[in-house]
């Protein structure tokens, strides 16, 4: 199995490229051996909106854009074992409160950063 990852900064190409490698791909050999296209989860969508949008790709059976938790499920199927139960927003939160405790670090947002503000029941001190 060939991994390659295509890194750089935003508005360089990457996703660009990487459509039209899969594009490619697709085109030249429609039966060939599966491809992983790993992306945030919120763009997994957009994704294959825009591989099927210029005409080129009719459609596809081997490709699979996968998000990070739907690769770890996509894995585990492949190794026919069962996924453990993942994490949930709590869970990853205790978890992060943990490891900054252990690290001795404190977590500053300047307020334009902060998406919601932080409350005493869910982030207090060391």
Not at 26 to 51: I, M, S, W, Y
Request: charged letters at 15%.
């Amino acid at each position: 199995m060939l991994v390659r990852f295509l890194l750089g900064p935003a508005g360089s190409g990457k996703t660009c490229r990487c459509l039209a490698e899969v594009g490619r791909a697709l085109a030249a050999h429609p039966d060939g051996p599966p491809l992983v296209f790993l992306a945030p989860k919120q763009a997994t969508f957009q994704l294959e909106r825009q591989l099927l949008a210029d005409g080129e790709v009719k459609g596809y059976t081997r490709l699979q854009i996968l998000s990070f938790d739907r690769l770890a499920t996509f894995i585990f199927d492949q190794l026919q074992l069962t996924t453990p139960p993942l994490l949930s927003a709590e869970g990853r939160l205790m978890v992060l409160r943990a490891i900054c405790c252990a690290m001795r670090m404190s977590c500053i947002c300047s307020s334009r950063a902060r998406v919601a503000p932080v409350s005493p029941s869910n982030w207090l001190p060391c």
